[in-house]
């Protein structure tokens, strides 16, 4: 806690990556983008911070570190997005190398018509192709091409060293079993919960 301010509404006050936020009646909290919160924040009586807002918002400053740093050095070596190459991934890693539509969505938490969207720019670079679904003649399969393969090859020679060195290599072999093991864990109890 740095102070016990007396305003009315919350102030900001930016210096170069550092944000502070005075928030009124309570506590004063300092953020550096990306970074880490240096204290816990509350806003008044009525609006305590809970340790979950603390904890999602460590996964997403994590996440969007980690996505930044991945993602460009993917894109600077192939040429492809981010996203283009997580979807040759999913696709490379499913049964027979394909999916059906929705569930790549689910996989890349992009909407249907997101999804239909980004397979027909991927489509058009011809490393996905449309296949009809023989267990449903009404769907589609979306399958990743031999092009698409040897991109994601590509990719992938960057990837994972770089996989290694900004998440692998920061965490002990106990500590990447335990957050293997967890994240399996919460991924399977929010697929079971409405």
Not at 131 to 151: F, M, N, Q, V
Not at 166 to 194: F, I, K, M, S, W
Request: hydrophobic letters at 40%; a positive charge; aromatic letters at 4%.
């Amino acid at each position: 806690m740095v102070g016990a301010p007396t305003l009315a509404h919350p102030v900001l006050k930016r210096a170069g990556r550092m944000v502070t936020v005075i928030c009124p009646g309570r506590y004063i909290f300092q953020r550096c983008f990306p970074g880490r919160l240096m204290q816990n924040v509350s806003v008044g009586k009525e609006l305590e911070v809970d340790d979950a807002v603390t904890l999602w918002g460590l996964l997403l400053e994590v996440q969007a570190e980690l996505q930044r740093r991945l993602d460009g050095n993917i894109t600077k070596v192939t040429g492809l997005s981010g996203i283009w190459f997580e979807v040759l991934l999913r696709l490379a890693r499913s049964p027979e190398q394909q999916l059906r539509p929705t569930e790549l969505a689910s996989m890349t938490s992009f909407s249907s018509g997101g999804t239909t969207k980004l397979v027909d720019r991927i489509e058009r670079a011809g490393l996905v192709e449309r296949r009809p679904d023989p267990s449903d003649r009404r769907a589609t399969l979306i399958a990743i091409t031999d092009a698409g393969l040897a991109a994601l090859r590509k990719g992938l020679a960057v990837h994972v060293p770089d996989l290694h060195r900004y998440l692998v290599d920061n965490l002990t072999a106990n500590q990447a079993r335990d957050l293997e093991r967890t994240l399996r864990g919460l991924r399977t109890a929010l697929a079971d919960q409405p």
